[in-house]
């Protein structure tokens, strides 16, 4: 399925029909399911989902994390023209840290805990480059400074316990942009920190990526959050894309089912809703025992609108609809016009 | 409107840290009171006094005719068919061995209540009123998804048809599309049997959903209370603005548009008492508006919430 | 860190007194408890009325216990002279008593016997170290390799098989075993490192070996238990997300995390050997603390059991105290928390 979104020639990014396997006792989990999306040079691209879509998992595929475990990654990952799923380790280690980094979720785990934020920063940048120690530390500096540390001369030699929840992720950010890479994987970055800081570091990756041009592929849970920061949107529900679209596009003109479901569930700080939010009922559906048809079809109030049940028989392709707008639905374009409900 | 719940001056220490610093508020009967703020700043602390799992330092709790902030428990038994609380995380508010219909059946066992139509009834009454089947009566809590078991913790809560129900977090553990579920299930519960909630949360969109008035905590104190529309539309306290502005909205056509005050660092943690205002080193009021005169007011003088009836604020120099 | 560092050693003194109050308690009661003769445990022989009056009285035993207590530790300080009721001894600072059967002040003998306990304490601890922490992250990194079922299976064998047994098949082989392994046959004897450092060192890989099985083992478990929880942190992810090649994960940031636990128990594990090996002492007949205790023990020489026990228990505190400072130095959180 190669000319579904954007032409390929254009992105830094392109993943193709990306399937990600877990085997457990109970059967395989398939996290990840057929995803296919671009990303293109100096964009940042949010991945939304809920817990059990597979958003995060994505992420850690395409910087090889889960090679170190049992999971079965196929599909095409190509970042700059290479394969990232087929190169050898050695070459993925060469692209880690210094053209694809990562910020996770909670910064206090995942610095080290015995080593100064300092160090850490500058030995991410060490591996890449050879400079010496003064110089690592230099630049380190520079980029703590840059984050917003205040003082980071003198905080480059204090440990991560010492700083507070947001100064911690700043650092997060630092260690990643240090090399700047040309995509940042930024794994729910202000799901563990308050809405106040959330906005600090929002608009800090916003205004890094204007810096140093890095793509940003922001994985979230937040509808709000994509919609402050990012330019493009990829819906994911149940390891697969069901929606990509230009953000302005996705807001105003959702064309899948589940984008109606998630927009509607959200109670909204700047206007009032009526009085009932409109959930989608239901749970999603287990990874071990997929539906045949649509993954979503269960819990989706529009399948009867489509002719012959095909929805529970016939898995949707993802289609691309105009103005780089893609959707994974047997709807027809006219129906989803229609049968779109009023959000806001 | 009576006020079923009056809480007044209420303070806790842990060890020489003050979590909640002199807090002041009134639910009445049949209305949602929010309060909200970001971590550290006591509202969850103030859940648990309020409904005595904690027990205050100082203050008063006036519930539905009773001071109980010294009440002994035995005293608060009675009182607490009226006085119930939902916990955030429900698979850790719930015992896992018990089954589901152990768990709703024991508020009846505990007060000694003999539902008419006998308790297997009313539990399965209760467990199709929030929306679980009543044939899942014998599962254990690990069997449910994480929204069931919000329900079944909702449920626990509703069995003896409560006054008041404090929600700590209710929702924040759930993915949206099941949190809109709760959410929706909560105020269905509430217009039926007249409920009373004291709604805590730091998710400031869920909050206006559901409240009528709304109390905004910083570091121990309340620093804005106004009902819902007023302090949604025209918060005066600067706290209050950057929380709103900083909350993202699903729509980027307003990103743009929208006034946004951004805070700098990250909200302190509790301490001990300080001199004058303890919002003043992140307020940007205190940073770019005022004069030195008014700068020097805020540093040493410790703003009151006032008393306005259209909405209270602390501050010395709010917004109109 | 000085107030962290202050803290502990107050701590440490603490328990040093407490732990001096007790053993002296200890040594008091028993031969009340017993209805022995106390002149006979103090002298370690047999004697005359007289001659008990005699020991009594120099012993002070009529005194009060505070005062007798206090006599015993300014004896430690300042030296003091002691009787077993036919000669005068003067016991010379620092004094921890007398053993009138050897004829020789009980600190003398254990300052005789320490430096054995030490070389075979922190010669097979060093060994330990070097195989018990590299089997254990080995098998960590290769989990359910060929290697990690193996060290699985030798560790297993390590900690269940007694020292005694190890031991005693050890000495038979190396000394009357086969030709080819009879590389003791004049016995495994004991030289002072000071006459004869290759003797020493030939005498003491026996016991070390000894030693260090059974640890390794333990020390193996405990090194890939806590490194496997280790690679699935947060932190050892976010170290491959930077690039860094597998020796600098698992050795700078995966190793790092599992130092201190390792380091605490080692701590603990020495201060205890250093008190006596007892078994491995006894069975290669090496003139250590061990024997020296078993020794007084069978012959009734109360000052020397005494001695040791102080002497033991204040090795424990140090080691307690050295494993604190070196966690503070360790762990950054410790630092900083008070």
């Excluded at chain 3, 300014?74 to 004094?95: F, K, M, Y």
């Excluded at chain 3, 921890?96 to 300052?111: A, H, T």
């Excluded at chain 3, 078993?294 to 020489?301: L, V």
Aim: with cysteine; proline share 7%.
């Amino acid at each position: 399925m190669p000319a579904e979104t954007t032409l390929p020639g254009d992105s830094l990014l392109s993943v193709r029909d990306l399937r990600v396997q877990f085997p457990t006792d109970d059967g395989i989990v398939r996290s990840v399911d057929g995803l296919s999306f671009d990303v293109a040079p100096g964009e940042i691209v949010g991945v939304v989902g809920e817990s059990g879509s597979g958003k995060s998992v994505t992420g850690q595929a395409i910087l090889g994390l889960l090679r170190r475990t049992r999971a079965r990654v196929t599909g095409e990952i190509r970042f700059d023209g290479r394969d990232l799923v087929a190169a050898p380790e050695a070459e993925l280690r060469r692209l880690r840290g210094a053209e694809l980094a990562m910020v996770f979720q909670d910064p206090l785990s995942a610095l080290h805990p015995y080593y100064t934020v300092g160090s850490q920063v500058s030995e991410a940048y060490r591996v890449h480059n050879r400079v010496s120690k003064r110089a690592a530390r230099e630049r380190a500096t520079q980029m703590l400074d840059r984050v917003g540390i205040p003082e980071p001369h003198r905080r480059y030699d204090a440990y991560p316990h010492e700083f507070s929840g947001g100064m911690r992720q700043r650092v997060m950010i630092a260690m990643a942009l240090v090399c700047t890479p040309r995509l940042l994987i930024a794994d729910e970055p202000t799901t563990a920190l308050d809405v106040t800081v959330q906005a600090q570091i929002l608009e800090l990756l916003k205004d890094l990526r204007d810096e140093f041009g890095s793509a940003v592929l922001l994985v979230t849970h937040d509808l709000g959050v994509v919609a402050e920061t990012c330019d493009s949107v990829v819906v994911m529900y149940a390891g697969q894309c069901v929606e990509q679209a230009g953000v302005e596009d996705l807001f105003a003109r959702p064309q899948a089912p589940y984008t109606w479901g998630l927009l509607g569930s959200m109670p909204r700080v700047d206007q009032d809703r009526r009085d009932r939010l409109a959930p989608i009922g239901g749970q999603p559906p287990s990874l071990l025992a997929m539906p045949p048809g649509c993954a979503f079809e269960p819990r989706c109030g529009y399948h009867e609108e489509v002719p012959d049940g095909r929805c529970r028989t016939e898995r949707p392709a993802l289609v691309h609809s105009g103005d780089g707008h893609s959707v994974r639905c047997h709807l027809t374009t006219g129906q989803r016009l229609t049968l779109r409900p009023v959000t806001s | 409107m009576t006020d079923l719940l009056s809480v007044s001056d209420l303070r806790k220490d842990f060890g020489g840290v003050r979590a909640v610093d002199g807090v002041s508020f009134t639910v009445r009967a049949g209305e949602t009171l929010g309060l909200v703020g970001e971590s550290g700043c006591g509202k969850s602390t103030t859940a648990r006094l309020v409904t005595r799992l904690l027990e205050p330092t100082s203050g008063t709790v006036r519930f539905d005719g009773h001071e109980i902030s010294r009440y002994s428990e035995r005293r608060l038994r009675p009182l607490r068919r009226d006085l119930q609380i939902v916990f955030q995380d429900p698979i850790a508010s719930l015992n896992p061995r018990h089954t589901a219909g152990t768990i709703l059946a024991a508020p009846f066992k505990i007060q000694g209540v003999r539902p008419p139509g006998g308790q297997r009834a009313a539990v399965a009454d209760l467990m199709a009123r929030v929306g679980l089947n009543p044939e899942h009566y014998n599962r254990y809590p690990h069997e449910f998804s994480g929204g069931q078991r919000q329900r079944l913790g909702i449920a626990r809560a509703l069995a003896l048809r409560p006054k008041l129900v404090v929600c700590d977090e209710p929702v924040s553990a759930l993915d949206a599309s099941v949190q809109a579920q709760v959410v929706n299930l909560l105020a269905d519960l509430r217009d039926e049997y007249g409920l009373s909630y004291l709604f805590v949360a730091h998710d400031m969109a869920v909050v206006r959903h559901l409240s009528d008035r709304v109390a905004v905590m910083y570091l121990g104190r309340i620093v804005e209370l106004a009902d819902r529309d007023t302090l949604y539309a025209a918060p005066r306290h600067p706290y209050t603005k950057a929380l709103l502005s900083a909350v993202p909205v699903p729509d980027p056509a307003l990103r743009e548009r929208r006034e946004r005050v951004l805070l700098r660092g990250d909200p302190p943690a509790p301490g001990q008492a300080a001199v004058g205002c303890r919002f003043r080193s992140r307020c940007p009021r205190y940073r770019d508006d005022l004069d030195d005169t008014q700068r020097d007011r805020c540093a040493t003088e410790d703003p009151q919430l006032s008393d306005d009836p259209s909405g209270a604020v602390a501050c010395h120099f709010p917004s109109p | 860190m000085l107030r962290y560092l202050l803290g502990r050693i107050a701590g440490a003194l603490t328990v040093v007194v407490v732990v001096s109050v007790v053993t002296f308690a200890i040594f008091q009661l028993a031969p009340r408890l017993t209805g022995a003769n106390m002149a006979f445990y103090y002298t370690g022989k047999a004697t005359s009325e007289a001659q008990a009056a005699a020991v009594a009285q120099k012993f002070g035993f009529d005194k009060p216990l505070p005062e007798q207590y206090w006599t015993f530790m300014s004896g430690i300080v300042a030296g003091r002279d002691l009787s077993d009721g036919v000669t005068e001894v003067e016991c010379p600072a620092p004094c921890l008593g007398y053993s009138f059967r050897q004829n020789r002040p009980v600190l003398e003998m254990i300052g005789e016997a320490f430096p054995v306990t030490l070389g075979l304490t922190l010669g097979a601890a060093v060994l330990w170290l070097l195989f018990g922490v590299a089997a254990g992250v080995l098998s960590a990194v290769r989990r359910g390799s060929v290697f990690d079922r193996l060290a699985t299976v030798v560790s297993l064998i390590g900690v269940s098989v007694p020292e005694f047994f190890t031991g005693m098949l050890l000495i038979y082989l190396l000394t009357s075993g086969p030709a080819w392994l009879r590389l003791y046959p004049d016995g495994i004897n004991y030289v002072p490192l000071t006459e004869d450092p290759v003797g020493w060192f030939a005498a003491m890989v026996p016991p070390w070996i000894c030693l260090a099985l059974l640890f390794a083992a333990l020390y193996a478990r405990l090194t890939r238990a806590t490194m496997l929880e280790t690679m699935n942190e947060d932190y050892v992810r976010t170290a491959w997300a930077k690039g860094l090649p597998p020796r600098t994960v698992v050795g700078r940031h995966g190793l790092r995390a599992v130092l201190p636990p390792i380091v605490t128990l080692v701590g603990l594990d020495v201060g205890a050997l250093l008190g006596g090996v007892v078994l491995i002492e006894t069975l290669f007949s090496f003139p250590g603390l061990g024997r020296l205790a078993y020794r007084a023990i069978t012959s009734q020489d109360l000052p020397v059991i005494m001695g040791v026990t102080i002497v033991g228990a204040l090795l424990i505190v140090f080691a307690n105290l050295v494993v604190d400072l070196l966690y503070g130095v360790l762990d950054p959180r410790v630092r900083n928390a008070r």
